[in-house]
């Protein structure tokens, strides 16, 4: 369980042995979508350092691990995110303007200005928010998968994590329910080597985080998270599996955050340049580009091209979504409860008379 | 005397009981090589180690479970929980281990543990503004302090961490940053005292923690018109001590609690509650109170604009109770 699945080889070509043989659309597909996972993340730090957002958790380095496993999600499946994962959101048709609106927590974001930025929620994609609590979608998404086997439903849920979640006792309580009741859930650990400011060294004393799955009962898998082929394989096989009624899987995807925890760290603080040059080198984006223009499936051109369509595509989205007006006042009384209670009613007539 | 913030006072607390006591050790998640979320530990993994100045595992009822043990075992351990919200993680360790071990056992084992931890808001939504002193007030077994000045922060800390029981000690992130006189040299201030910040016969202001500062405001709006409030810091929630109160109130024959927690079976509730047996005959309105709108915080700034009570509120409402 410590040796670990890639796909893509040094010299750029594929291993045949582990390949999922996407074909040419699927393949562009993925690398259009991690370039706008990208640029994304360079526009939303841009906009938190002028002040027009306040706050992001950014996701460079990690690109391939949302992209390749939101690529491997089917309609019905559900999807339990750490907030670095609004790539499967994107990958299951999530608009843009709705990610983005809910950073603003305008008009334009459907959870109305409730959440901090990155807690994004879809229904129509059965995308439901982290909550801020680290690992508290791990049990959820067991008891998702549960309910979906229930009631006969070919599905299977996934829930996205840090290595750091691994450590909260939601973790091993999810993946022990995952087990005994051999739920249809993907457990995918991003293992992006740190929590914040500390290392994952102080996480565990394990050889590895997948090795965790042996004692519930289920198979653990690494792979190599900066290969987003690897990525789609491993997860594309364990969703089947689970799909098929063949239980839970863990699976550890080693990668590296490139830029800080969110726009309040400065990471020069507990890492050395060295370190992250050497992560930069593996960049999954460069990466992929490698493996497509060996395919002759991309060249310099279409690179650029790629790069300048995402940056324009979040540009028009940034302008769609300044564009929005705040959240209204009355909406702050509602969805407290199912329906408007007389006492919140009263709250907000209230607060309106005393406003005038 | 010298002019402290908030957060180099609790960080002089914390690094006067460290050498004072090597007993004394510090564990949490991001203490050490980051210096604390709030930047309220940074320096002390330099000067005091990774073995007293520990980054635990992200797991809060293990860091408070072994803060417990560690308490048994002959330490004492001060535990920081990155936020009160991560609170609820621990729940069960806290709630019904750390407060009632000493009289579960029969008084043979003591817990004298520190639990520090901010409550606070800021654009940090539903899960991250809470403010659970009420819940933590009402258990048998604990202390709960919530101070709000930099003088206060630094004594009641250090009695905190020499006390033997367990100690919730409560700060606030939008505290950190405010800044006081600190005496120079040791002093300590008691656990269950509270203090009185402003002196005044109209009115008594009942509060703690980041609403003293709000009532201090509005304080000196109103005295502008020739309204003297009189504010009562309670400083320790549990044991709630009332005398000052009373003494207040038999004075000024109102009273205003002002919290920042939603009011519904709040700290509010039980001083309205005293006050109203207690000291009936001397009031000439009832209690009145005032905390955040009834609903979680959002996060879109122009509705957490609206959540809290402020300054303009506090002077508004007591205008109304004085009419
Ligand atoms: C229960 C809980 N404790 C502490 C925190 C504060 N916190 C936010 S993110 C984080 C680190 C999470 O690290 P990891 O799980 O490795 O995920 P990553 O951020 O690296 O993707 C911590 C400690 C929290 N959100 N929830």
């Not at chain 2, 503004?129 to 003088?151: C, D, K, N, R």
């Amino acid at each position: 369980m410590d040796s670990m699945i890639s796909v893509i080889r040094p010299d750029g070509t594929a291993d045949p042995e582990q390949d999922p043989g996407l074909p040419e659309e699927d393949l562009l597909l993925l690398y259009r979508k991690m370039a706008l996972l990208r640029a994304f993340d360079e526009k939303a730090i841009a906009l938190q350092r002028a002040g027009r957002i306040g706050f992001f958790v950014p996701s460079a380095g990690q690109e391939a691990c949302s992209v390749g496993a939101g690529h491997a999600l089917r309609d019905g499946d559900w999807i339990f995110p750490s907030y670095r994962d609004h790539g499967m959101a994107l990958m299951r048709g999530c608009p843009l303007e709705t990610l983005l609106g809910q950073i603003y927590g305008n008009a334009a974001d459907p959870t109305r200005g409730r959440q901090m930025p990155s807690h994004w929620c879809d229904r129509s994609i059965r995308l439901v928010s982290v909550s801020s609590p680290v690992a508290t979608q791990l049990p959820q998404a067991v008891g998702a998968a549960y309910a979906a086997k229930l009631r006969g439903e070919k599905v299977a849920s996934i829930a996205s994590f840090g290595d750091g979640g691994t450590s909260t006792g939601e973790f091993h309580a999810a993946m022990n329910f995952a087990g005994v009741f051999e739920t249809p859930t993907v457990f995918f650990c991003e293992n992006n080597q740190y929590a914040i400011s500390v290392p994952v060294s102080r996480q565990t004393a394990a050889s590895s985080l997948a090795v965790k799955a042996q004692a519930y009962g289920f198979r653990g898998i690494r792979v190599d998270g900066n290969d987003v082929l690897a990525v789609r394989k491993v997860v594309g096989d364990a969703l089947a599996r689970a799909r098929d009624g063949k239980g839970p899987t863990l699976i550890e995807a080693l990668t590296y955050r490139i830029g800080p925890h969110s726009t309040s760290d400065d990471p020069t603080i507990y890492r050395s340049a060295e370190e992250v040059a050497a992560w930069r080198e593996k960049d999954p984006i460069r990466r992929f580009a490698a493996f497509l223009s060996g395919r002759g499936l991309m060249d310099d051109a279409s690179i650029d091209a790629a790069a300048a369509e995402a940056k324009e595509a979040v540009r028009k989205a940034v302008e769609v979504v300044e564009a929005a007006p705040p959240v209204p006042f009355e909406s702050l009384f509602e969805d407290v409860y199912a329906e408007l209670p007389w006492h919140l009613a009263e709250a907000r007539d209230a607060l309106l008379a005393g406003k005038e | 005397m010298s002019e402290k913030s908030y957060r180099d006072a609790v960080r002089d607390a914390l690094r006067e009981e460290l050498i004072r006591d090597e007993r004394v050790l510090i564990l949490g998640e991001e203490v050490g090589v980051w210096g604390g979320t709030y930047a309220v530990t940074r320096s002390l993994y330099d000067e005091f180690g990774g073995k007293r100045i520990i980054d635990t595992p992200i797991a809060e009822a293990a860091i408070i479970g072994a803060a417990v043990g560690a308490a048994m075992g002959g330490l004492r351990p001060v535990a920081e929980l990155m936020t009160i919200n991560f609170s609820l993680e621990a729940m069960d360790q806290i709630v019904n281990n750390a407060a009632k071990i000493h009289f579960m056992f029969g008084g043979q084992m003591k817990v004298p543990l520190v639990i520090r931890t901010p409550a606070g808001w800021g654009q940090l939504a539903a899960t991250h503004s809470q403010s659970f002193e009420a819940w933590f007030a009402h258990l048998p077994g604990l202390i709960v302090a919530m101070p709000g000045t930099p003088y206060d922060a630094k004594g009641m800390l250090k009695t905190a961490i020499r006390s033997d029981n367990p100690v919730m000690f409560i700060e606030h992130a939008r505290l950190y940053g405010v800044k006081g006189d600190v005496p120079d040299g040791e002093y300590t201030v008691p656990l269950g005292v509270p203090d009185i910040k402003r002196a005044g016969g109209d009115i008594t202001i009942v509060t703690y923690s980041r609403m003293l500062h709000v009532a201090l405001a509005a304080a000196e709006e109103l005295s502008r018109d020739g309204i003297e409030c009189e504010i009562v810091d309670l400083r320790t929630l549990r044991p709630l001590n009332m005398s000052k109160v009373y003494d207040s109130v038999v004075k000024t024959h109102r009273a205003l609690v002002l919290e920042e927690d939603w009011t519904t079976c709040g700290m509010g509730a039980e001083i309205a509650a005293r006050i109203g047996r207690d000291r009936f005959d001397f009031l000439d309105a009832p209690v009145e109170r005032l905390g955040q709108i009834e609903v979680p915080v959002p996060y879109a700034r122009n509705l957490e604009a609206l959540m809290f009570p402020d300054e303009k509120l506090v002077v508004q409402r007591v205008r109304e109770m004085l009419s």
